[in-house]
């Protein structure tokens, strides 16, 4: 073990210091190193278009511009989609190199890391020495400030007011929505409400919420609208219509059968809780869903109204938990305009690296509600040995919600990451990826078969938006045959992959939004599972599973009969991040042109 990790260091070291001398960028200039030494080579500043310390200054799309470029479908694209940076072209060169010249179009799977943050982390890791935390000397100190640093930028990162979030370390989104699910206080009145387009870390969750009895419910965007209006008119009817009079005590509310008589609470009954989670961006179709929710779920209390499988959860306090893993990397999110109460993020999906390090972000005042049953590590303040005392952490301390030792080295390569996006900027982003979603979604859409002039390509996720093209920055879709039969997905995502382009195929751990889009049934689900060893994973065993859907459903095309002919059980999906280019997105569209269009 010593041997091989020796031979590593051996083989690495030189490799990682060979690249900082040979990459012209690199200065010799005296470096400044966290507690006094100081070494006298930087590759931190790398040449680039971003005023240090600002914001990117995008460039913007014209065609009239006299550096327009040559190719006519660019200049095309560009009139038609203002929202492009070109300033990230040269900067995705420089810092893709290792690309290829390959296309990465799975930013929602995972984000890519620059070149030059992989260097600002060596940089910092190979000058200054960290240590456990939960130790009092030099090193360990540096990593307990390094880590409340981190914190403090997080928090910056998501205009979270620190006196109203805090920030708790962990190993992704996945587990930051499990320790939500796991330490919510489920009571069997409660209930449990996700959208139907939830990636499965969400709906795990109910497993947790049907272990102590309470209700779950897969619910569409337009009943949590529905059901919101319903609890406003409530809520406004129970202030006397809107004059701003408090309803008497001991008259009782409408949703009294999810409360109970608490004579120490307020108004005199304790809300039961309950809890809703929705994706801020689908990972399925990349759509946005409407962060407004929030802001009036917190100011009504609850779901009004009743559901459509009738059950009526009017819980007076509802909890949100906003799952932001593929928001975070595409889009601001505004806390301090949009309060969630507990939001997952995974760090790797904004910027790469580093992997294994999520977190979750809560409001304090909901920290007190969370009930947490195992304490270890950092989490507790002293233990016996042989009698059950323990005193753990204090609710408030984001420490009481880390067991063990957090990840402090890629904790202190956050700051890198964060100020990648930070340089580029959110609305930069947000608008560049728009363009290039919008821009692949309407060329594979006006892609026609020759002899039958039937659609080549059917792309999910526009509808309600403009021109129906999708501006999340991803393209779900299914290629079809001139008689309109889908193309396996796998075989589609496999053939992409064998010539450059890094995609993916699925229904991507989302369930209900590919149940949704293909129009499956939770039995179709079910079936095409028997054949499926992943979530990404193609439906094998196709003729057995194939014969039994013919004989099921009697379809002609033997998997049964969807919308358009056979149904489909999974899709492609491309997705744009920060550093995606036009050629990216051009390159595939003329890959789809050129191998599907008959
Ligand atoms: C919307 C969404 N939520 C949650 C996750 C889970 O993230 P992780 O695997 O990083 O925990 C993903 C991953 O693809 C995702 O896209």
């Not at 190993?171 to 320790?179: D, E, F, I």
Request: charged residues 25%.
């Amino acid at each position: 073990m010593r041997y091989s990790l020796s031979v590593f260091l051996i083989a690495i070291i030189p490799a990682l210091t060979n690249q900082l001398l040979d990459d012209p960028s690199c200065s010799v200039v005296p470096v400044t190193v966290e507690g006094g030494v100081s070494g006298n080579r930087s590759c931190t500043h790398f040449p680039s278009p971003i005023p240090v310390g600002g914001v990117m200054e995008r460039v913007p799309a014209s065609a009239e511009d006299p550096l327009a470029p040559a190719d006519p479908e660019k200049a095309r694209f560009l009139a038609e989609f203002p929202g492009y940076n070109a300033a990230i072209e040269p900067l995705a060169a420089r810092e893709l190199s290792r690309l290829g010249g390959e296309h990465y179009l799975d930013y929602t799977g995972s984000g890519v890391y620059q070149t030059s943050q992989l260097m600002e982390v060596y940089s910092d890791l190979s000058q200054n020495a960290f240590g456990n935390a939960h130790s009092k000397n030099p090193s360990a100190s540096r990593t307990d400030e390094r880590t409340e640093e981190a914190r403090r930028l997080v928090l910056e990162f998501f205009s979270a007011p620190e006196e109203e979030y805090e920030v708790v370390f962990t190993s992704g989104a996945t587990q930051a929505l499990k320790m939500v699910g796991e330490y919510f206080p489920w009571q069997a009145d409660s209930s449990f409400l996700y959208l139907r387009s939830n990636h499965n870390s969400v709906l795990g969750i109910r497993e947790y919420a049907a272990e102590k009895g309470a209700s779950f419910h897969a619910v569409t965007e337009e009943e949590v609208e529905a059901s919101i209006k319903e609890a406003e008119m409530e809520a406004s009817t129970e202030r006397g219509g809107g004059d701003g009079q408090q309803m008497p005590v001991d008259q009782t509310p409408k949703r009294e059968l999810k409360e109970k008589k608490m004579p120490g609470s307020d108004d005199g009954f304790a809300p039961i809780p309950c809890l809703f989670a929705f994706p801020a961006k689908d990972n399925f179709s990349g759509r946005y869903y409407n962060l407004d929710w929030l802001r009036r779920l917190r100011e009504t209390g609850g779901f009004g109204g009743t559901l459509h499988d009738g059950a009526a959860p009017a819980c007076r306090r509802i909890w949100t938990l906003v799952d932001a893993a593929a928001f975070a990397p595409s889009k601001r999110l505004d806390l301090s305009r949009y309060p969630a109460d507990f939001v997952a993020i995974s760090f790797y999906k904004m910027f790469g690296y580093p992997t294994g390090l999520g977190a979750l972000i809560l409001r304090r005042d909901t920290d007190a509600l969370l009930r947490k049953t195992y304490w270890g590590g950092g989490a507790v303040v002293s233990a016996c040995c042989d009698v059950r005392w323990c005193k753990p952490k204090e609710v408030g301390d984001p420490h009481r919600l880390e067991d063990g030792t957090v990840n402090f080295l890629s904790i202190s390569a956050l700051r890198a990451g964060l100020s990648k996006l930070e340089e580029v900027g959110m609305d930069n982003i947000e608008a560049h990826i728009a363009s290039l979603s919008r821009c692949l979604a309407s060329r594979l859409q006006s892609l026609t078969h020759k002899n039958t002039n039937s659609p080549v390509v059917e792309v999910y996720g526009g509808e309600g938006l403009p021109d129906g093209l999708p501006e999340g920055g991803v393209v779900t879709f299914n290629v079809l045959t001139p008689d309109s039969h889908p193309v396996p997905f796998d075989e589609v995502a496999d053939l992409a992959g064998s010539r450059g382009f890094h995609i993916r195929g699925g229904c991507f751990c989302n369930p209900g939004g590919c149940q949704d889009a293909l129009d499956l049934t939770s039995e179709d689900i079910q079936r095409a599972a028997e054949g499926r060893t992943s979530c990404g994973g193609a439906v094998k065993a196709k003729s057995s599973l194939e014969a039994q859907w013919a004989s099921k459903f009697g379809g002609s095309g033997g998997a049964g009969e969807g919308r358009t002919g056979p149904k489909r059980y999974g899709a492609v999906r491309a997705s744009f991040g920060y550093l995606s280019t036009f050629e990216d997105a051009a390159a595939f569209a003329r890959f789809i042109e050129e191998e599907y269009a008959r």
